[in-house]
Structure formats: C-alpha cells, structure tokens
C-alpha cells in the first residue's frame, strides 16, 4: 500500500527516449496506421546520421534505456550533456548484454569503454534524428502526451491509484492485487520496495509497455511508459509541421528573431542554447525571453545551473496559430 500512495504520473519519459523510440518505430514495418502519415514525412530525411542510434537498436533481446542515460528532460540538448557526462559503468550496464550485428561490436566495445569519441558520435546522431522525427511535431505530441496525463490523474482522482492501475492500457497491463502485471520482452518480477511508480505516456513506443529503471539509483522509482495512442483515430492534424505561411505570419506579429526564440522554445530550452542555436548573443537571447516571459508566452525555471524556458499553453496555441490575432 505504501507504493500504491507513491504513485504519481508525469507527462513525458522525455525527449531522448521519444527519438529513440521514433527511430525504432521507423523500423516496424508493423507499425499502427496512426504513424503512416509520420513515417511517409520522415524516412526520406533520415539516412546515414541515424546510424549510430540504430546500431543500439538490436533486432532481438535487450533494448538501451534512453531515459536512464539521458535523463527525462525536455532539451534535446541537456540530453546530450547528460549522455556525454554518464559514468562509464552506466553504460557499461546498458550496453553488455545488446545483441549487436557483428559490424558494430568494436565500436560497441569503444563506446563502453569511454571512448568519446563514440559518444560524440550518438551525441551527433541523436541530435540530428530528433530534427526530423521529433521536434517538428513536439509541440503536438507534447499536447497529447499532456492530455493523456490528466486523463490518468482525474482517474486517480475518481477512484484511486487502483481504478488507473485497472483501466491502464488493457491488456498489456493487468491489475491483480497486489501485483501490476506488464506484457514486457523480459520475464521478471519488480519489488517497489517503498520506491513508488510514476506512470508515464509515450509517444513513439506503442505498442510496446517500457519499464525503466536506473540501473545505479536503486532507490529512484522506476518508471513505466504507457503507449499514450490508442486505434488509429488519432487526428492526423498531430503529423502537420509548422507550415511557410504560420512561420511568416508569427514573425510578422514579434519580429524575426523573438518569433524564432518561441520556436527554439517549443520543447525546452537553455538562454545558452538559444543564443548557439540562432547564432545570438547570450544578452540579447536573455532580452528577448525576458519579453516572452512578460507576455505569458513562456515560463522559466532553473534546472540545476541552466535556465530552462518552455512554452506556456498561451505560446503553444500562438506558434500552432490557434488563436485570430496569430
């Protein structure tokens, strides 16, 4: 009962996950209707530089635990930071016991034992693969993934943490009392131990139940990532990037270079990135984000060392032009 009353929900596994999953997904041939119109936008954008993310991909066994060596953030580029600082023996743990293709076990080998270059590698691929699978859509997907949580949490309201853990994406989750039974690729038995469950919705893993859990933070609560997409009746609206005439049309309304500090916020992020990803001053990045924030068009909060800004839903529904002044 204690873990029950530990149980809490959050929106996303975040966003490295999300792309590594969306890279999985591309190769189910399987896959739901629901992402035919993703998967025809993306797989011709995506070649080579995918690479290395795909050789962590194995066909069979094992799978590598994003979340836990990138972090559940929301920055693509606090990802990589988190990556690039991982001990060793975290990834040691993630990466022993992958079944990799013959061709890639020396680099394999490499990435385990530090090599940075390897790392700096992933780092580049995770970056370019999230570009085209994840961050014109993110937006979106973050609202659905939004959407889904609060739907978890006015269950919970309703009829406790036992009503969600019965209704909870049947039947690959099945409820028996006191046991949470998970359709999962490997057969074993979890002991919460007092730690608590957060429950999270995805994106890009359906079908697939993840439960992921740090593997040297025994006392952080693992986290099981729920497919937040059910059939395929989904509207297809989810799968439209931001289109020339919305990009004109928002820089009209706060000025070319405000109207891409929203756009380069639309997911998370840093003053430092901001200012490295649109070729800016620090000051002036600081400038125009304290003029957003003003407008209630972003929120700022400090993560750590770094600042992080995101969208608030009145920024969300402004870039996604939802609203006649846009």
Known sequence: MEDLARTRVATTIGVAAETFDSVRLLKDRDASLTFRRWRVSVQSRLGEQAGPLAALMPMRGPLIDAMSLMGDTASVDE????????????????????????????????????????????????????????????????????????????????????????????PLVRWRPPVLEVAHRHDEDIHLNGRGLVIAPTMFSTPQIQLLSPPLDPDRAPTLAVPGLSGTSLDTALWEGVGQSAVQSLEHLLGRTRAAVLRAADGGCSTTELARRLNISPATASHHTTVLRNAHLITTRREGKAVLHSLTSLGIALLEQRYPFA
């Not at 023996?89 to 490499?110: G, K």
């Not at 993934?145 to 006015?154: N, P």
């Open 79 to 170: 990802a990589v930071d988190n990556f690039m600082a991982a001990p060793r023996a975290l990834m040691r743990l993630e990466l022993e016991n992958l079944a990799f293709h013959p061709s890639h076990r020396s680099w394999a080998r490499n990435l385990m034992d530090g090599d940075r270059e390897a790392r700096l590698q992933v780092a580049a691929a995770l970056r370019a693969c999230h570009s085209v699978t994840v961050a014109p859509y993110w937006s979106r997907v973050r609202s659905h993934l939004s959407e889904v949580r609060s739907a978890f949490v006015s269950t919970m309201a309703d009829g406790g943490v036992e009503r969600l853990f019965t209704t909870l994406c049947g």
